[in-house]
C-alpha cells in the first residue's frame, strides 16, 4: 500500500515545474474536467479506477512493444493526475514511491509527429508517440522525449566530431532519451536505414538494433527500482 497520499502528491509537485507559471494539479479521479482535453484522458480522468484505466486505454495494446515497462507499471504506479501550467496546457502526471519519496513521469498529448526525421524512423519507434508525445520524469530526462525536444549532439558539442561517439558526426546523432546527461539513447542518421546508438560518458558506444527494445530496458529498469 501506498505510503504517500493523494494529498501529499498534490502538494509536493509543484516544487518541480516553478518556471512553467500557474500550476494547476489535481490527483484523478476528476469530476470537472476541461473541455479541451483529449478524449481518451477524459475517461480516464473521471474513470472509478483510474490507474487501471490509463494502462487499458494508453499502454496495454502496445505491450509487445514496452513489455518490461508495462509490467513494472502495473506493479508500480500509485496515482493518475492532470496537470495544466502556463506553459504546458495539459500532461498526464504519474505517480510513483520511492522510499517514501514521490516520484513523478510526465506523459504530452500525441499529436502528428511533423519532423522531417521521422519519416526515417522506425516504425515501432514512431509508434510508441501513440500513447504520448513523450513520457518522462517530471525533469525531463530517462524516457522518450516530447519529439519537439529530440536533439543532435551537435546542440551541446561545438566540435564536428568527438570521442564521445568516434566516426560519427555529432550532427548525425539524434537524441531521444536522455539519462540526465550521463548517457544517450538515439539514432545515427547518416546511415539508412538510421542506425541505433547508445552513448554512455566514459564507455565505448554500442549499436543499438532495436532502438524501443533499448529504451524499454531503460524504463523498465528505472521503475523497477523504485522501492
Not at 202 to 210: I, L, N, R, T
Request: glycine residues 8%.
Amino acid at each position: 500500500m501506498p505510503s504517500i497520499t493523494s494529498e501529499n502528491y498534490r502538494k509536493a509537485l509543484p516544487d518541480y515545474i516553478e518556471d512553467e507559471g500557474n500550476v494547476q494539479f489535481e490527483i484523478a479521479p476528476l469530476i470537472r474536467l476541461p473541455a479541451d482535453l483529449p478524449a481518451p484522458w477524459k475517461g480516464i480522468l473521471s474513470a472509478d479506477d483510474p490507474v487501471g484505466r490509463v494502462l487499458e486505454e494508453l499502454w496495454l495494446p502496445w505491450r509487445d512493444l514496452l513489455p518490461g515497462t508495462i509490467a513494472n507499471l502495473q506493479k508500480k504506479l500509485r496515482y493518475i493526475g492532470l496537470l495544466q501550467t502556463d506553459e504546458i496546457p495539459c500532461s498526464l502526471i504519474y505517480c510513483f514511491e520511492d522510499d517514501g519519496e514521490a516520484v513523478y513521469f510526465r506523459g504530452y498529448p500525441r499529436r502528428t509527429i511533423e519532423r522531417d526525421e521521422a519519416e526515417k524512423l522506425p516504425d515501432d519507434f514512431v509508434n510508441i508517440y501513440k500513447i504520448h508525445d513523450g513520457w518522462t520524469d517530471i525533469t525531463g530526462f530517462m524516457g522518450p522525449l516530447p519529439n519537439d525536444d529530440w536533439f543532435t549532439l551537435s546542440d551541446i558539442y561545438d566540435e564536428e566530431y568527438s570521442e564521445i561517439v568516434p566516426g560519427v558526426r555529432l550532427s548525425d546523432f539524434l537524441v531521444i532519451c536522455d539519462k540526465g546527461g550521463s548517457g544517450y539513447l538515439g539514432f545515427d542518421l547518416s546511415k539508412s536505414p538510421p542506425l541505433g546508438l547508445v552513448c554512455s560518458v566514459g564507455e565505448p558506444v554500442e549499436v543499438s538494433p532495436d532502438v524501443v527494445r533499448t529504451l524499454d530496458e531503460w524504463m523498465a529498469l528505472e521503475l523497477g527500482n523504485l522501492m
